[in-house]
């Protein structure tokens, strides 16, 4: 299977906007899909099918593609943010890959 | 509402086995199929692999073949991990996340994980 490749980790300020990036070659032709985890807790999706947002998550919260690389984009970022966050994609054998995870941090 | 509610942590020595189970409810159990997602303490998710709920058949992620089994019982709304011989290495969360593949959600619904302690 094919690797996913997010940076380990990022701070940003409150208020300011974070953009984590994922990486892989099957992006051009495959969904990435988001996760948020906090520590104790089950994942979360926040994003899926590159772009859109499930019910109830908020709209500060968006993703978009570009060729190889997804973005996570986290505008107006507040404390309760703070997280791992992983982005998520299939290939065309049916198996799922999960990047390695990027640990936001809200200074 | 959609939950999928897993059984509780475990501690089990080397070469035991333990079954996990994941019960699902608020909606049609066999429409949507149940995913199996390894994190080991301070690591990353890892895929194990899915089991499609209208016919039972499993599917393995390459590294999750041979100790590993998915099984199901339908008339429970329920899905099942079982690991046998456990080493240390298997250490860790055990998730299972309901496929929304159909809707184009991914793994739309998560368990609360269940921690499996290997240690003698």
């Given amino acids: ?107 | 509402q959609v939950q999928l509610v897993q059984s509780g942590s475990e501690l089990k020595k080397p070469g035991a086995s333990v079954k996990v189970s994941c019960k699902a409810s608020g909606y049609t159990f066999t429409n949507y199929g149940i995913n199996w997602v390894r994190q080991a303490p301070g690591q990353g998710l890892e895929w194990m692999g899915w089991i499609d709920t209208s016919t039972g058949n499993p599917t393995y992620d390459q590294g999750f073949t041979g100790r590993f089994d998915f099984s199901l019982d339908t008339s429970v709304n329920t899905a099942y991990l079982q690991i046998t011989n456990l080493k240390a290495e298997d250490t860790a969360t055990y998730y299972c996340a309901r496929d929304g593949t159909p809707a184009g959600t991914s793994f739309d619904y998560w368990g609360q994980g269940t921690l499996v302690t290997v240690s003698s």
């Fill in chain 1, 1 to 107: 299977s094919y690797e996913l490749t997010q940076p380990p980790s990022m701070s940003v300020s409150p208020g300011q906007t974070a953009r984590i990036t994922c990486s892989g070659d099957a992006l051009p032709k495959q969904y990435a899909y988001w996760y948020q985890q906090k520590p104790g807790q089950a994942p979360v999706l926040v994003i899926y099918k590159d772009s859109e947002r499930p019910s109830g998550i908020p709209e500060r919260f968006s993703g978009s593609s570009s060729g190889t690389i997804v973005t996570l984009t986290i505008s107006g970022v507040q404390a309760e943010d703070e997280a791992d966050y992983y982005c998520q994609s299939g290939d065309s054998s049916g198996t799922w890959v999960f990047g390695g995870g990027t640990k936001l941090t809200v200074l």
